[in-house]
């Protein structure tokens, strides 16, 4: 009961963690309206996180692989305490920029240690649904999180919404103190197995290259999406929250589902190539529909189904690839999917100040194009790094 309790409050570490990135997204006419931004520049707030997380995570994971991962995920969760305090007391954009970019520093670390954490906190056998009970935080986030901070944003402030951040990531702090209990580093060779993985071996540059552009895809699109909904959808502002709840709801449901097929399916390639197909049909749906909330509520639904089940199809094909070099490997990851996030936000800023507010969504469904046609040359992965043993 302890474990799964553990378990649990990993699941809430993710669901912070993930809140305190994306939360500006929903916020982004008011930051750009009190910080005298425009909604692209306010946007690079995510950009800039994106990337200090991304190209941080294999360096920030190798340094501090002798530590003990209780403590780590305690420190990672004390800075994101600060950071959110900073950010609801900044006064202006750059002290905005600076606080993200030391949040992004751990970002990246906790997204490589926290699945393996997951599965030694429970039995061998029940590894898998453990880590999908803490990657649900991602999900929670989306539906809860993030949707929650725009309809605070309106009502009493942007700023005020990260105030009330802040305190939940206290109460998290508090319950990893009580719940997760000491767990010592595993396998301190992460250099050599980070050298193995980056040499491609077993598929990895595949599924790499189809997580860039697939979150590329998805970020240039979701990043201003509260844009796109007031501006070329007539949504009204109180009303954007709910649109995001929406997304947030069906990326619940899209979680599970993934995961149950895979397990039916048996094909980790076709599993994928199904979400990135409707993924991409979704957002060429949003772009091409009128006005009209029917239509673009169904629309945000399915895309927010079928882009919430992609994550968890990844990560899989990446712990089967670093079999005994997971961190290793699951750095290499975070690495990519980050700066890909970095990348969609600012292609999308571009689209949006340049050709108008349904520009960012046109940008994601050509991405996500291309990442469906990048699935069919996927080659479910067998082999673990060179000199890991099979398991």
Known sequence: MRAWSAVITLALTVFVVTVTEMMPIG???QISAELH?????????????????GLCAPAMTSWTQRLDRRLLILG????????????ALVSTYPQLLAVRLVMGLVHGLMWSIVATVAARLVPAAAAAKATAVVFSGISLALVLGVPSGAVMGAWIGWQAAFAV???????????????????????????????SLLSGRGGLGVILGVTAVIVIGNYAAYTYIAPFLILDRHVPPLSVGFFLIAYGVAGVIGNFIS???VTRAGSLRAVMFTGVMILTASLALLFLTPAGVGMTGMATVVWGMSYSALPVLLQTAILQIAVCAREAGTALYVMVFNVAIAVGSFLGAIGIDNAGSAAPILIGTAFCCVGACLTLVIRTPRQPVPGCPST
């Open 37 to 53: 931004v425009s909604n692209g520049v306010a946007g690079q707030s995510v950009t800039i996180y994106g990337v200090i997380a």
């Open 259 to 261: 995961g149950a097929a």
């Open 76 to 87: 990672i969760l004390g800075v994101f305490v600060i950071g959110n305090t900073l950010t």
């Open 27 to 29: 916020l982004l006419p």
């Open 165 to 195: 951040l802040a305190a939940i990531t206290a109460l998290t702090w508090v319950a990893a103190f009580i719940l997760i209990p000491d767990l010592s580093p595993q396998n301190l060779r992460q250099r050599r197995a980070l050298r």
